[in-house]
Structures are given as C-alpha cells and as structure tokens.
C-alpha cells in the first residue's frame, strides 16, 4: 500500500519519558492508519498555547517545511481543542489530525462487525460534533472560496444543518447500540449457562492476544476458518470473539475470548463508544493478562492496562500475568515486576506464544486456575438424573469411577454452584 507522507508535531511538556515513549506510539499509530512519517518537530514549552498549542514561530518553521516538500497533512501527538484544530489547519494551510481523530481513522477502516461499525460511526460523530465550524473552514478553503466574510450568513446556516443531520444520525446509532447490546446480553447468557469457564485475553494493543488464541486454535488442530486476525500492528482487532478450547489430555474445555487492545490515551469518545465491547471482560472469571516482554515500554503499558481493567470493573478478577515474546529477549525471566496493581497471588508465566510446548504450559496454567477455584468431591449421581450426569460430564472435569446399584459414581472438580446444587449426591465422605 502507498503510504501517505505527513509531518508529526509533538510537543514537550513536562514528563520527557512519556514524551518520547508518546511520540513513538503516535509514529506507530501513523504507520497502522497508512501513512508514513517523514518529518517531527518537537517544541518543549512550560505551556500549551490555548489558540495554537504550540508557538507561532514553530508554526512558521513547519508551514515552510510543508511548503518546501508538498506535504499536506500534519499529524499532533494530542488532542486539540475544536479552535486549535481549526487555527491551526488555517495558519498551516494543511489537513490537521489530532491523536483523537487518528485513531478514530484506524478503528474506523477495522471495524468490521456491525457493533464495531455502530461504536466507531458513533465515536467520529461525537468528535465532529464540536468540530464543524473549523470544518466547514476547512472545506470552503479547499473549494477556492475566497471572502469567508460575505459567505458567512449562508455557511452559518450550514453548519445549523450539518449540526442537526449529526444530532439525528447519533440518535439513530444510538438506538442501534441499544438493540446490539441486548443481543450480547442474550449471548452472554448462553455463555454462562454451557457452564464453561470463561477466560479472557487482555493488554495492551499488539501484545499478542490474538496469536496465543490462534496457538491455541492450532494446538487442537482446529479448522483455520476460526481463526482471528493478527498482525504487527496497532488495534488489529476490534472486535470481541469468543472460542471454544478443548485442549484434550483430560483437561476442561473452556471459553477463551479475544478482543480491543488497550493504549495509553484512548480517546474518551472512544472509550465511551467502545464501553460494552470493553466491558464483557468483567464477566470473565479468569483474566490473561497479556504483555509484550520485547517491548522496552512493557511496563508502562502493563500500568495502562492495569488501570483500565480497574475503570471497567475487571479489577477484581482472578487473573494470570503473561509475559509474551520471550524468544525476541535475550535473557526472557519472569521479570520481578514492581508495576502498582500487580499483587502477590497473581499468577506469571514467561512464554512465547510461537511456541508450541509454552502453549501447552499456558493451559496447564489456565487449568490449574480452574481447578483451584473448584471443589473436589465424589458423588453419586443417580441413574434417573441422566441430565446431571451429562452436565457434569461436560462442564466440570470429572470422570467415571463405578456404576453402583444406586448411580453413577464419580470424581473430580465442581464449581460451586454446581457443588451447591448436586450437594445430595455426595458421598458420605465429602459431604
Ligand atoms: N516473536 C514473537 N512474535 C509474536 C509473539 N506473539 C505475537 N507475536 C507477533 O506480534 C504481532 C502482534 O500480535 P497480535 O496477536 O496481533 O497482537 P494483539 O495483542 O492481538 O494486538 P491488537 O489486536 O492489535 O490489540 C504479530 O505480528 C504476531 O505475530 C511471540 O511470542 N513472539
Ligand atoms: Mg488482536
């Protein structure tokens, strides 16, 4: 794909590690949306200007590099206000993206299910909302028309119109989201009647998430039409999807559910849009919490996605730490983390997710957490009660010990509503 050429502005404020560590994630970010970063200009200032965001004289600088090249798009490692955005794109003459609007611009050409279409469509209307008057600017600059005075009266009833066609298309999305969501309420329910665990992959964006659901998908040779989509590149998934693992060897099936990764700064339109995308993860009862070990910025970005889990209500779920990637470190050990959030009991395993024999660990792990969170009994389960039996077969890793005059007599590990509801078959022993 032909790459488009733009100019990236970052501007320094305090923090020097998170600036650089910004900047580079915003060149990423360039690169995933299709364009390619030729030029940055840095500017460190006590202050943002209010009007500008950076100085007049770094304005000039830039508007003669564009001038000099042809470039016409410049990219800002933030989010401008609504009379940056449009100052700006008038004195430069250029097309200005913010942070906000270029990561819009990504997960707009990814979505691809209609919920992600909803959420996205609904986030960019948000964000053009306020931004219609610099807009408008924009286009009637492109347009040749000059003498913005003597056209404002017609431009300003425009922009009434313009205003009211959004208003109207976010109502209409809305209502959209509304009926999509109860058809995820109503999956979810299914999902939790199988009585399969459910485990949840979740990090930080380009951790390999998807990878280790497709190692998975492979380990048990599963057709490759289940597969999800990954690659090196930022938000290459933006949807939820949920697969069955049965990993065999004895172990316990269980749901294993993929979806949007995590970024520092994710605009709040965004956020907002992505909500209950975002909030299924609190309806799992194991979290993976996937990280990049080959990423100098890992523990950062472990903080990010620390946080969030906590801002959607996921804080409190038993979870599994996965240093990812350990065949591009040098020297890959569980590395003694001292990121706030992470807690004692918390599992950790190093791994690669190219790596078949750390897939298979992985599940061990998984099924060890499983296991740990269930009861171990024998029962006997009647023969009149065929349902139970059948239920336990599949939902809990049990096995058959005898068939007695009375039942079927097994062993194994129950959940606890199941130990509560099946509490008259135990045998003397365990009850
Ligand atoms: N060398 C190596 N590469 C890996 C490993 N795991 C994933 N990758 C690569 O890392 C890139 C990102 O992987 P994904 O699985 O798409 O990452 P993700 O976490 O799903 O990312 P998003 O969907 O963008 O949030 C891909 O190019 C993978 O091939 C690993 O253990 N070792
Ligand atoms: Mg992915």
């Known amino acids: 794909m032909e790459h488009k050429q733009v100019v990236l502005v970052g501007l320094h404020l305090n923090d020097s590690r998170d600036f650089d560590r910004s900047l580079k994630e915003m060149k990423a970010l360039a690169e995933a949306a299709g364009m390619e970063v030729v030029e940055t200009f840095t500017q460190a200032l006590p202050k943002m200007s209010a009007g500008y965001y950076i100085g007049t004289g770094k304005i000039e600088e830039i508007t003669a590099y564009l001038a000099m090249t042809g470039i016409g798009t410049v990219l800002f490692d933030s989010q401008l206000s609504p009379i940056q955005l449009r100052n700006l794109s008038g004195k430069m003459s250029a097309e200005v993206i913010d942070r906000t609007n270029l990561i819009l611009q990504i997960f707009s050409e990814r979505a691809r299910t209609r919920e992600a279409r909803l959420q996205v469509d609904y986030a960019r209307l948000q964000y053009a909302l306020p931004r219609l008057v610099g807009m408008h600017e924009e286009l009637g600059r492109q347009g040749g028309t000059s003498g913005a005075m003597s056209n404002r009266g017609a431009g300003e009833t425009k922009i009434e119109l313009d205003r009211r066609k959004i208003e109207h298309q976010i109502h209409e999305i809305k209502k959209g989201l509304e009926t999509v969501e109860k058809e995820r309420a109503t999956q979810r329910r299914q999902r939790m009647n199988s009585g399969l665990p459910r485990v949840s992959l979740v990090g930080y964006t380009n951790a390999g998430k998807s990878t280790i659901l497709n190692a998975m998908l492979k380990s048990m040779s599963e057709d490759e039409e289940k597969q999800v989509f990954e690659k090196d590149m930022l938000f290459a998934t933006l949807d939820t ?127 060890e957490m499983i296991n740990s969170r269930r009861l171990e009994c024998t029962l006997v389960i009647p023969y009149s009660d065929g349902g139970a039996l059948s239920s336990l077969l599949t939902s809990s890793k049990v096995e058959i010990l005898d068939y007695t ?17 099946y509490a008259g078959y135990l045998t003397e022993a365990d009850s």
Do not use: Q
Not at 408 to 417: E, Y
């Open 241 to 367: 999807s949920v697969r069955k693992i049965d990993p065999g060897r004895d172990r316990l099936p269980f749901l294993l559910s993929d979806t949007v990764g995590f970024i520092s700064n994710l605009p709040t339109t965004l956020v907002k849009a992505f909500r209950s995308t975002l909030e299924e993860t609190k309806y799992a009862d194991i979290l993976l919490i996937v990280s990049d070990l080959s990423d100098p910025e890992y523990r950062s970005n472990l903080e990010v996605t620390l946080k969030t889990l906590d801002e959607i209500g996921a804080g409190e779920i038993p979870r599994l730490f996965v240093f990812n990637k350990a065949d591009r470190v040098e020297f890959p050990r569980s590395p003694a983390i001292s990121v706030p959030g992470i807690r004692s009991e918390d599992g950790r395993i190093t791994m690669s997710a190219k790596n078949p024999r750390d897939i298979e660990n992985l599940i061990d792990r998984i099924e």
């Open 405 to 421: 005059e009375i039942g079927t007599k097994i062993h194994g590990f129950l959940k606890a509503d199941d130990y509560s509801r």
